[in-house]
């Protein structure tokens, strides 16, 4: 089983893989950590998803890393550029099919974001996720990202209030 990541500007998707990438983000168990929900609705993500990646050449603020394991997507990451306020800081944003938690996946997608990062220049990367989701906050802090902030009721998710933690690597 070898693990493959490669870059969507350079390697533009199939119908068949924007189509895993919703079912990824439309799994109850990812769902659970997305701060943004997918629409409930597959069909009208999916159009969205595949509006988005149709667009992605022209997009200069985002790049998509994709995780191929014998050929099936198994996870994504978008690199985002802050707004221009934020000198050449980009936000991480990563999902993982959850049957393919806990074997490496997101700690190497995020490895090959900081090569990415690194080669366009950026100065720091920074991963937001909800203060209960030990695994991300596992994987940033073994790759080098520091606990910079906590935002304190910042999310609102399922009727409650969730504290956001804000992970930082200088690179």
Not at 147 to 152: I, S
Request: proline share 2%.
């Amino acid at each position: 089983m070898k693990l493959e990541i490669f870059n969507v500007k350079l390697n533009p998707l199939k119908d068949e893989d924007v189509r895993a990438i919703v079912c990824i983000e439309c799994h109850p168990m990812v769902r659970r950590w997305l701060v943004d929900y997918a629409d409930e609705k597959f069909e009208k993500e999916l159009e969205e998803y595949r509006r988005f990646f149709d667009e992605l050449q022209n997009n200069d603020r985002v790049e998509v890393l994709v995780a191929k394991l014998n050929g099936r997507i198994v996870g994504f990451l978008a690199l985002w550029r802050m707004d221009e306020g934020v000198e050449n800081t980009t936000s991480i944003g990563i999902s993982v099919h959850p049957d393919y938690w806990n074997r490496g996946i997101a700690t190497n997608l995020i490895r090959e974001a900081i090569k990415l990062a690194k080669e366009k220049g950026v100065k720091k990367l920074i991963i937001e996720t909800l203060d209960e989701n030990s695994a991300m906050k596992h994987v940033a802090e073994k790759l080098g990202f520091k606990l910079e902030t906590v935002r304190k009721g910042k999310i609102f998710k399922d009727g409650i209030h969730h504290d956001e933690d804000v992970y930082s690597l200088q690179l």
